[in-house]
Nanobody, 123 residues
C-alpha cells in the first residue's frame, strides 16, 4: 500500500527555519515525482515545490524561491523541504504528494497524498 507521511511541522518565529520530511512506503521513489503543497486557512491549496523522479528537476513557486529547498533521497525513501527565512504567510498545512512520472519532469497531477503537517509562523 502506497503511503506518504509528513513530519517536521511546528510553530516557528518569523525568520526561522523548519525542515519538513515526507516518508514514503509501499513504492520506490525512483519512479515518482514528488510535490509539496500547502493550504492556508480560508485559501485554496497551492503548489510549493516539486522534484522529478531522477532528482534532476526542481521547481518552486515564486514566493518561496531562494528560501525553500526540496530534496529527495530515493534510497532512504525520504523527501525533504528545507524552509528558511520563514514568513507569516508561509503558515498552513503542508502536504507531500506523489505521481508516477519518470524522468526529468514534475507532475501536473498528483494521485497519492499524505495527511499533512501544520506549519505556523508567528511571533
Amino acid at each position: 500500500q502506497l503511503q506518504l507521511v509528513e513530519s517536521g511541522g511546528g510553530l516557528v518565529q518569523p525568520g526561522g527555519s523548519l525542515r519538513l520530511s515526507c516518508a514514503a512506503s509501499g513504492f520506490a521513489l525512483d519512479f515518482y515525482a514528488i510535490g509539496w503543497f500547502r493550504q492556508a486557512p480560508g485559501k485554496e491549496r497551492e503548489g510549493v515545490s516539486c522534484i522529478s523522479s531522477n532528482n534532476i528537476i526542481t521547481n518552486y513557486t515564486e514566493s518561496v524561491k531562494g528560501r525553500f529547498t526540496i530534496s529527495k533521497d530515493n534510497a532512504k525513501k525520504m523527501v525533504y523541504l528545507q524552509m528558511n527565512s520563514l514568513k507569516p504567510e508561509d503558515t498552513g498545512i503542508y502536504y507531500c504528494a506523489a505521481a508516477a512520472v519518470l524522468g526529468s519532469a514534475c507532475a501536473s497531477e498528483y494521485h497519492y497524498w499524505g495527511q499533512g503537517t501544520q506549519v505556523t509562523v508567528s511571533s
